[in-house]
């Protein structure tokens, strides 16, 4: 179990849910469904009564991402970027299809429509070499788009929808 799971911790002066790995989860599961308030609030020991809306909020949300990962497919012509169809799930999908168990693999990014852009989401391994932050940055940007985040987790957004072949060809050339 811990090798699933790892460390627990429990939250001796917490509220409602005394596990952290839990409560990360509510937290994350209730901002990413748009009920950030709801997850605040349990993080600020408010009073039980919300326990049921976040914990449900948050199995709605893993439910969604567990689907979208199921109909996550890489592009044709580029084994390391999916497209899905949800642009609210593309950060989840991106962390499920990144974790595959192997220790050496190229970054991966997931995108999906919205409206007339793309959201992308990339992540790459420990040990990759790839700094995701500075690639999303200047190849969304070569793009027409925008783009960050960390070195190991980033995010882009490139409109209009069709110079989503440059970031994709962009992004195989580089991560591959």
């Not at 709801?38 to 689907?67: F, H, K, M, N, Q």
């Not at 992540?123 to 200047?138: E, H, N, T």
């Amino acid at each position: 179990m811990l090798s699933l799971w790892g460390d627990t911790w429990h939250l001796e002066r917490g509220g409602a849910v005394k596990d952290a790995h839990s409560l990360a989860g509510i937290v994350e599961g209730c901002g990413k469904s748009g009920k950030g308030i709801l997850g605040a609030a349990l993080c600020l020991r408010s009073p039980p009564v919300y326990l049921d809306d976040a914990w449900e909020t948050a199995r709605a949300y893993r439910l969604r991402i567990i689907e979208a990962t199921r109909q996550a497919h890489p592009l044709p012509d580029n084994p390391l970027i999916y497209e899905i169809a949800d642009a609210d799930a593309v950060s989840g999908v991106a962390d499920a299809v990144s974790f595959d168990g192997l220790l050496n693999h190229p970054p991966v990014a997931v995108m999906a429509p919205r409206g007339d852009s793309y959201s992308v989401s990339a992540r790459s391994p420990q040990g990759a070499g790839k700094d995701l932050a500075a690639i999303l940055s200047d190849l969304a940007g070569t793009c027409g788009g925008t783009g960050g985040g960390h070195y190991s987790r980033g995010g882009a957004k490139i409109p209009p929808r069709d110079k989503i072949d440059c970031f994709t060809s962009g992004f195989l050339e580089v991560c591959a």
